[in-house]
């Protein structure tokens, strides 16, 4: 980890996370709406390290964003699509699960479980007949078998890939983001940023805000944290020409308002 790294504040560590999503009722029928701003990515690089970005809405001083989630301090998951109650529910459920796993077993839960656990919750519930209302993204670093990274929808199908998104954009950010050489940690979450900065700049629902959290053997920490996308943007504009900003522009008013979760 480079001397820029942000550690995740010790408040939203697994075991004193009670207060990040506060336990809600929320009824089996209270359907989701689509909500903008929470695309995320993940990549395994080196076979060695995970990164998961994410776009957010700004967040005031001592916040974390509500589509994400630390379950562990090697696990954390990220919601796309639904609300603000849904995302809660679900998240606060996979809290629950892991840490009944680490009370009873004595040990992390890794991301295999988790995903599991979520998989087979979601496909029980009758607010999963529609695949597209949202993504969960879990990554984790387990001490046997290394990086895992996972993909469940809304209707409990589950996947495991190296690198994956949920969310508006998600396509684009993966395709931008394949790490094709050996990287180092600085190097990877730089790649991270662009892709997530540059994927979702092309939607006008996208958020103002980027964070990257970067997991490995020690755990994970936050890289990039609350940065601002326009920013980023002005910047990589500036360097590579604004004929790329007046291309960027055309296939944003392409989209036309369009959205999708998947």
């Given at each position: 980890m480079d001397s820029r790294t942000v550690p995740v504040?010790?408040?939203?560590?697994h075991g004193s996370a009670a207060g990040i999503y506060p336990s809600r009722e929320i009824g089996m029928h209270d359907y989701p709406h689509y909500e903008k701003g929470t695309t995320t990515l993940g990549f395994i690089f080196n076979n060695e390290g995970l990164m998961v970005t994410l776009e957010h809405a700004r967040l005031p001083s001592g916040s974390f964003p509500e589509n994400?989630?630390?379950l562990n301090s090697h696990l954390l998951a990220s919601i796309s699509g639904g609300n603000g109650n849904i995302r809660t529910f679900y998240l606060s459920y996979l809290q629950t699960k892991c840490r009944e796993h680490e009370h009873l077993k004595g040990a992390r839960a890794s991301a295999a479980e988790a995903s599991k656990w979520l998989a087979d919750f979601l496909s029980d519930r009758p607010y999963s007949d529609d695949p597209l209302s949202l993504g969960t993204l879990i990554a984790g670093w387990d001490d046997e078998s290394g990086p895992a990274l996972y993909k469940v929808n809304a209707k409990g199908e589950r996947c495991e890939r190296p690198f994956m998104g949920t969310g508006s954009?998600?396509?684009g950010c993966?395709?931008?983001s394949i790490p094709r050489d050996k990287i180092s940690v600085t190097d990877a979450s730089k790649l991270a940023k662009r892709a997530l900065c540059l994927g979702v700049c092309l939607v006008p629902e996208s958020c103002e805000c980027v964070s990257v959290f970067h997991i490995g053997s020690d755990g994970l920490a936050a890289v990039v944290f609350n940065d601002d996308i326009g920013e980023w943007l002005e910047q990589y504009f500036s360097e590579?020409?604004?004929n790329h900003r007046e291309m960027f522009s055309k296939i944003r008013s392409q989209y036309g308002g369009r959205s999708f979760v998947f």
């Open positions: 504040p010790t408040s939203l560590v994400l989630c630390i954009s998600s396509d993966a395709l931008i590579v020409g604004e």
